[in-house]
């Protein structure tokens, strides 16, 4: 399983998701263009050594990523999804798909993915942090296929 990160904007929640890949073996790709420079300090920082324990990929673009993903599933993490995280069938193949931290991904990226799903929560809010959404949906994922470390 793999983790997949749409522009992402802020340093410190790429960091927490690349310490979440290292901990769970999942591989996480990141589609540029990133909110940040890549060598910034906050990115280590809160990845620390963890980030040695990581695959990381950097992509130009979406197409470039799309490119890498082959006969795996592109599932979609959005609020704009009906379906639950806990309401669908993983495989262990499947790539989870994170839009930017303000605006998710644009609709043609959205319609080309596999599955979109909503993580449940209150309705009083609107959305999770990215690094948080990301643990939640990768452990379900890797419960159902189990695969966990």
């Known amino acids: ?4 990160l749409f522009e992402p904007e802020i340093a410190g929640n790429v960091g ?5 890949g290292a901990c769970m ?40 990523f799309h490119a890498t993903v082959g006969p795996a599933r592109l599932v979609l993490f959005t609020t704009k999804a009906v379906q639950s995280a806990y309401e669908f ?4 193949d499947d790539v989870l ?12 990226i959205a319609d080309i993915c596999d599955a979109r799903l909503r993580i449940p929560m209150r309705p009083q809010v609107r959305s999770m942090n990215l690094a948080t959404s990301a643990a939640l949906a990768l452990g379900e994922g890797l419960r159902q296929t189990a695969t966990l470390p």
């Open 1 to 4: 399983m793999r983790i997949a």
């Open 16 to 20: 927490a998701v690349l310490r979440l």
């Open 25 to 64: 073996g999942a591989a996480v790709d990141l589609i540029e263009p990133l909110g940040f420079h890549w060598d910034d300090r906050r990115v280590r920082r809160t990845a620390m050594d963890y980030i040695d324990h990581v695959t990381v990929t950097r992509h130009v673009d979406f197409a470039a």
């Open 89 to 92: 069938t993983y495989r262990a």
């Open 97 to 108: 798909l994170f839009g930017k931290e303000s605006a998710g991904v644009p609709g043609t």
